[in-house]
Nanobody, 120 residues
């Protein structure tokens, strides 16, 4: 069982930055691909960014390319999402996820989510 705990959400003005962190409870997190998803009110959950455990390749949603950066520290069992140039449309609950498939169409573990609110 993998437990994922997100932190770093909050309220920020448009144009600002936030850095989300996701700490995993398991020492073998490095075998999983990791991703950040988000869900806004009334919308479906969508993938924002993901990073492979083999080679560290990344993928981003078109809406966040050039503004968000995903990274991981396997030694610290942590994955990060640096969010810059935030827009009101980025407002959502952000979830950390771990899975063994790529792309991350099948998720094995979810975090509890952290709220990100961007004011205009």
């Amino acid at each position: 069982q993998v437990q994922l705990v997100e932190s770093g959400g909050g309220l920020v003005q448009a144009g600002g930055s936030l850095r989300l962190s996701c700490a995993a409870s398991v020492r073998f997190l490095s075998i999983y691909n990791l991703g950040w998803f988000r869900q806004a009110p009334g919308k479906e959950r969508e993938v924002v960014a993901a990073i492979r455990w083999v080679g560290g390749g990344t993928t981003y949603a078109d809406s966040v390319k050039g503004r968000f950066t995903i990274s991981r520290d396997n030694a610290k069992n942590t994955v990060f999402l640096q969010m810059d140039s935030l827009k009101p449309d980025d407002t959502a609950v952000y979830y950390c996820a771990a899975g063994t498939t790529w792309p991350m169409s099948s998720i094995d573990f979810w975090g509890q989510g952290t709220q990100v609110t961007v004011s205009s």
